[in-house]
């Protein structure tokens, strides 16, 4: 109903005058406001030098709140009854013990005793038996093609010698993603059925999903203790906040029909959620579980570095001895694990999407489980087999494959032979533009930057945004944290860059090209999903410590969003506008330009917004190429064990990708309007 | 769902059965059975320190668990309990931590491993050609010898990739003080470290970096370590020392110690342990060849320590008397 109407009216003579005449006011006032920044800049040194260095005086001693709260926390907060560790503690051992049942059933077998002294009660369940009930379940859920492809995946886990790594992990991720989805939903639903908190959890998510993990991990791991219950609050602080998210986006969408009805037979609030709402919401809610899995998994190296062992554990090792093959190993079987999860639950997704019948009500057991039974039995026989024959209880070492020192060779060979073309290639990109780059952020007055920020902010979302950018980009430099995030801005800024003029691009060929769209996504999948870890050392070896490495680190992993949002985008253009511009004559360059990239602008934008979030999210691993930003200030808090230092740090990165944020979705909402989509 | 409720409630029924008829285990210690969690950090050296440590305590009939743990983020489980005994505290990079744990009084130093830090300068052999000076820190202030180690981005000077910030080591105060003409690279891990020199070394091309032992570098690739004035706690602390009277830093740096250190409660829950862990020692050749063994020869971290164990019965069954 909007779009006819605004279109008309853009085309009403009166109006068309009234929208030239703002956008030349819009260019008039940007001019001023950045003639008025680069004067101050140029001139204001002598005038104004704490505009340029934020003095010391007046710094907001953040670290030292946060570092003295939490020592209250830990040793004085009490509700009475019992202390906040307590709490903590209590919640932790809440957690081991499903993480124990599945570390048992897929690893160690049952024990008796604890340690060196335990003795193997029950075998783990073997080998060939989990992959016979993943493949039951694609079947289950997928038919035949899923369930040889989960079973391929799981049976790459095991000819790759990387079975009992990739058990550790599973275990994990099994209770860290039922938990998070729970959690997820309950959040979701408080923050649909009570608006008042939603305006309190929702920029709360923002937090959970760009303070750097590394920021939180010294707090957790005192208030949680040691191992891999702390990993699994870890993971899920991370994981959990696209299920909120998608929660309240899913239960707006329930058809307000639906709603009706429940209201018409009489739901209570309880059943109108439970048997109503979330029901009729279950297939939105089931992306949200995709997306928890995959966070979780990304989690996997961080998680090992608190105990939680597993495959990311064997990357770190791997890559510790240079040992390129055994890391790319190990990050494949995090893939192939990431796959095989993800592509069940998308399966379940669309099953339960489609309803089906079953009278199956009055036949027996096994007609009705076919499955569990089919499982079950599996379980049971393999386990008798395996008790006299030991390949079936673990895979066989003389069967497993490795690729040896090949990869090594690759990149030795590379290494040998092109380096001094790379070597050309990284310094006249660092020469020429990334440290002129540097220079120049390195030298704007921070408090022009806020000025200016908060101004961006006036004009494309009003005075409430304004106020929110100016005062997160005050309080980045009232902590004395401005240079550090001025160098943040630039890796990020540069990588953004990069991964736009690549990712766009790429998504522009291949949305319209459905089998090399498909090749293209496998190979986003593996950036997202394999640790970069294992592609890092390798670019250290060919491209030497520095930011040109953390660049692209960076690039690898947040092109993915650039190109998938592109694709997005510009298959949801109206095909009969495509029809109409083909219609009026239109060259294809020009149904690109003129229709379809303007039209897919806004999905383009979302993009851009996720691949900064995903650039941040990436700042961690960067600083262990040694660069000098705030991603190195959190991992540095952290072998200190400041949680002050870590937690303000963290919240500096957070802000920056929380202004950037509110910036694009402003802009992009400002966009759509005048296109007549919103 | 039904499979797994199903399959838990029947493995959880039967655990508990065989549970009951089983006696508990015994051991040969009078003190607690409960598992000694030791720590596993990432690289092999402490693996294998940690590994001895454990299997010469199962040998006294203790109860064993090994815990990954990262290396400083472990304090918070030293001294809350959650963890037990970290064989591998590096003077060098670790004496911080330990400082700030062991003065909460809830972590105690077991003492030295007998294996000493070694830390410092390196460069491959082949550099000699180019600056042949060397190993004496003198020649590195020789201009022609620093821009052989130079890269475009810090040409003309040299460039030397120190250890991540975190190490601490004072090398850009020790660039300044003895007047160096390099610039201090810092990589953020020792992984990163090492992929530079692997890289630097299939094209033998010019490399200064940081290099620790006991560590398989040193065994894997040849060079030497450059020869600074020798550490002495005055040159840390008091500028006038060595050769620039306005500066400290104007020395190498220091040998250290790797220590032993254990939570607090471990010499009342099990004070045998104690005692075997405090007597625990092995040097740097020992662990220089286990390490290698492992890391280049590819033998299994467990192969190693049960040669080890075989070869030195009378060594590791006096500390367990």
């Known amino acids: 109903m909007g779009a006819p109407a605004q279109a008309q009216n853009n085309t009403q003579p009166g109006e068309a005058e009234a929208s030239a005449r703002r956008r030349r006011g819009a260019v008039l006032a940007w001019g001023v406001a950045i003639a008025a920044f680069v004067v101050f800049w140029q001139f204001g040194k002598p005038l104004a030098a704490w505009a340029f260095k934020y003095p010391k005086a007046y710094a907001i001693p953040a670290q030292a709140w946060i570092s003295s709260g939490m020592k209250w926390l830990l040793n004085e907060a009490t509700f009475g009854l019992f202390t906040f560790l307590d709490l903590t503690r209590f919640t932790a051992a809440m957690i081991d013990i499903p993480y124990k049942l599945a570390l048992s059933l897929l690893s160690t077998g049952f024990l008796q005793g604890q340690g060196s002294g335990a003795v193997q009660l029950l075998p783990p369940v073997s080998w060939i038996a989990v992959i016979a009930i993943v493949a039951l379940l694609g079947w289950h859920a997928g038919g035949r093609r899923l369930a040889l492809l989960v079973a391929g995946c799981f049976a790459f886990l095991a000819m790759f010698g990387q079975w009992d790594s990739a058990m550790v992990t599973l275990a994990s991720i099994l209770v860290a993603v039922?938990?998070?989805?729970?959690?997820?939903?309950?959040?979701?639903?408080?923050?649909?059925?009570?608006?008042?908190?939603?305006?309190?959890?929702?920029?709360?998510l923002d937090l959970m999903q760009t303070i750097p993990v590394f920021a939180y991990l010294v707090p957790i791991l005192f208030l949680f203790g040691f191992g891999p219950t702390a990993a699994v609050v870890a993971t899920l602080i991370y994981a959990l906040p696209p299920m909120t998210r998608v929660t309240i986006l899913a239960l707006r969408q329930v058809p307000s029909e639906v709603i009706d009805l429940g209201n018409m037979v009489g739901c209570t609030p309880r059943q109108m959620t439970w048997r109503v709402m979330v029901p009729s919401a279950k297939d939105s809610l089931m992306v949200g579980v995709n997306q928890v899995i995959m966070l979780s998994l990304n989690m996997v190296i961080i998680a090992s570095m608190i105990g939680a062992g597993g495959l990311g554990f064997d990357v770190l090792a791997a890559l510790r001895r240079l040992d390129i093959g055994a890391g790319l190993e190990a990050g494949m079987a995090i893939v192939a694990l990431a796959i095989a999860l993800d592509r069940l639950s998308q399966a379940y997704a669309y099953r339960i999407a489609k309803p089906h019948h079953e009278t199956a009500a009055n036949k027996g057991f096994v007609a009705r489980h076919p499955y569990t039974v089919g499982a079950l039995a599996f379980v049971a026989v393999t386990m008798a087999i395996g008790l006299a024959v030991p390949a079936v209880q673990d895979y066989p070492d003389g069967l497993k494959v490795s690729t040896g020192p090949f990869f090594s060779d690759v990149v030795g060979w590379i290494n040998v032979n092109f380096f001094d073309v790379l070597e050309g290639m990284k310094n006249a990109l660092l020469l020429n533009v990334m440290v002129p780059a540097k220079r120049l952020l390195l030298d704007l007055p921070w408090f022009g930057v806020v000025v200016l920020l908060a101004f961006a902010g006036y004009r494309l979302g009003g005075w409430r945004l304004a106020a929110t950018i100016g005062a997160l980009s005050f309080l980045i430099a009232a902590t004395r944290q401005w240079e550090k995030a001025m160098i943040t801005v630039y890796l990020c800024g540069s990588s953004v860059v990069l991964a736009a003029l690549i990712g766009i691009p790429i998504g522009v060929l291949v949305a319209e090209r459905d089998r090399a769209w498909r090749v293209v996504q496998v190979i986003i999948d593996t950036l997202q999903t394999l640790p970069s870890f294992v592609y890092l050392m390798p670019a250290v070896m060919l491209f030497r410590v520095g930011d040109f490495t953390a660049m692209i680190a960076v690039v690898a992993y947040a092109v993915a969003p650039a190109i998938r949002y592109t694709v997005l985008g510009l298959k949801g253009v109206d095909p009969r506008l495509i029809e109409a511009g083909k219609a009026m004559g239109c060259t294809p360059w020009?149904?690109?330009?003129?229709?379809?990239?303007?039209?897919?602008?806004?999905?383009?934008?979302?993009?851009?917004?996720?691949?900064?979030?995903?650039?941040?999210?990436?700042?961690?691993?960067?600083?262990?190429?040694?660069t000098r930003d705030l991603g190195q200030e959190v991992y540095i808090a952290l072998t200190k064990a400041d949680t002050g230092r870590g937690l303000v740090a963290g919240l500096a990165v957070a802000f920056i990708g929380i202004i950037a944020d509110r910036l694009i979705s402003a802009g992009a909402r400002r966009v759509r309007q005048s296109l007549g989509l919103a | 769902m039904q499979t797994g409720t199903f399959i838990r409630r029947t493995a959880t029924a039967l655990a508990l059965t065989a549970a009951m008829a089983l006696p508990s285990g015994a051991f040969a210690a009078a003190e607690s059975s409960d598992p000694i969690k030791l720590t596993l950090h990432d690289w092999t050296g402490q693996l294998i320190t940690t590994q001895l440590m454990g299997e010469v305590l199962k040998k006294a009939g203790y109860n064993v668990?090994?815990?990954?743990?990262?290396?400083?983020?472990?304090?918070?489980?030293?001294?809350?309990?959650?963890?037990?005994?970290?064989?591998?505290?590096?003077?060098?990079?670790?004496?911080?931590?330990?400082?700030?744990?062991t003065a909460t009084g809830k972590v105690e130093n077991l003492g030295p491993t007998g294996m000493k830090a070694k830390e410092e300068w390196w460069y491959p052999e082949y550099m000699k050609e180019k600056c042949p000076g060397l190993p004496n820190w003198e020649a590195l202030k020789d201009e022609a010898c620093a821009e052989a180690f130079a890269t475009a981005e810090t040409a003309p000077k040299g460039r030397y990739l120190g250890g991540p910030v975190t190490w601490g080591g004072y090398d850009d105060e020790r660039v300044e003080a003895l007047e160096l003409p390099f610039e201090v690279i810092h990589a953020g891990t020792d992984a990163a470290l090492f992929a530079e020199l692997e890289s630097a070394y299939q094209r033998k091309a010019p490399i200064m970096l940081w290099i620790y032992a006991p560590h398989w570098a040193p065994a894997k690739y040849k060079g030497e370590w450059v020869e600074f004035p020798e550490y002495t706690k005055e040159c840390y602390s008091d500028p006038k020392w060595g050769s620039n009277p306005d500066a400290q830093y104007d020395c190498g740096k220091p040998f250290g110690e790797i220590w032993k250190v254990s939570w607090a409660g471990l010499k009342d829950k099990w004070p045998g342990a104690h005692k075997a862990i405090t007597a625990f020692t092995v040097n740097n050749d020992e662990m220089g060849a286990m390490i290698s063994a492992v890391d280049l020869d590819g033998k299994t971290v467990d192969a190693v320590v049960a040669d080890w164990m075989g070869a030195n019965e009378a060594r590791w069954s006096a500390w367990i008397k």
């Open chain 2, 65 to 101: 668990e090994y815990v990954q743990a990262d290396y400083l983020a472990q304090f918070a489980g030293l001294e809350s309990g959650d963890l037990h005994v970290a064989m591998e505290i590096w003077e060098t990079t670790g004496r911080d931590a330990m400082d700030a744990a």
């Open chain 1, 590 to 626: 020009q149904l690109l330009s003129r229709i379809r990239l303007k039209l897919a602008f806004p999905e383009i934008m979302l993009g851009l917004n996720q691949t900064i979030m995903f650039a941040l999210s990436m700042l961690v691993i960067t600083a262990l190429v040694g």
């Open chain 1, 178 to 204: 039922p938990i998070g989805v729970v959690l997820g939903l309950l959040l979701g639903i408080v923050a649909y059925r009570w608006p008042a908190l939603e305006r309190a959890i929702i920029p709360l």
